[in-house]
């Protein structure tokens, strides 16, 4: 009986230090997947979208820039009786060479482009325009929105946003 105990008990200390084995085995495991899967979904993530493009296009210093001209927008602003607007006119500056693209891009999108501008700029309240810090905020606004609405490879042929007109009655 001393024999079959004796062996019972190797066995039963054997299994329990597998099993504690086992479990460091599966805590290590659990830590490493959990640390890891961020990075994997970020990485799936950029593979499964558009491919990364350089955000910003190189522009040759001594290309000339040119403007053009964007219809004039009037909107209300978020004040409580919508007694206040801005009217806004502004130009797009591009490089010489992208004249031609953002001109067929911004006819084709007007619409989209001035819907949401009227949108966008209904949602400011008078505090949030005023001073440079307000209008370079919704020109950097605009830059953007253009850009990503006009081009879908990334590219910011738009190089900035100037207003011609910025006046809230």
Known sequence: MSEESDELQNAQATNGKSGFL???VVMILSIGGGAAAPILIAEMGN???KPEVEKSVELDPEEEYEFIDFDEVTVNLDEARFTRYLRINFSLQVGKSQRAEVEKQIA???TICKNWLQVHVAEKTTDDLRGKYGRNRLR??????FNEALFD????RIQDVLFSEFHIQ
């Not at 490879?153 to 910011?156: F, H, I, K, S, T």
Request: neutral net charge; aromatic residues 10%; without cysteine.
């Open 47 to 49: 593979k499964a979208g």
């Open 22 to 24: 086992v479990w460091i």
């Open 108 to 110: 084709s999108k007007k």
């Open 153 to 156: 490879d990334g590219l910011e």
């Open 140 to 145: 950097r606004e605009i830059h953007d929105f």
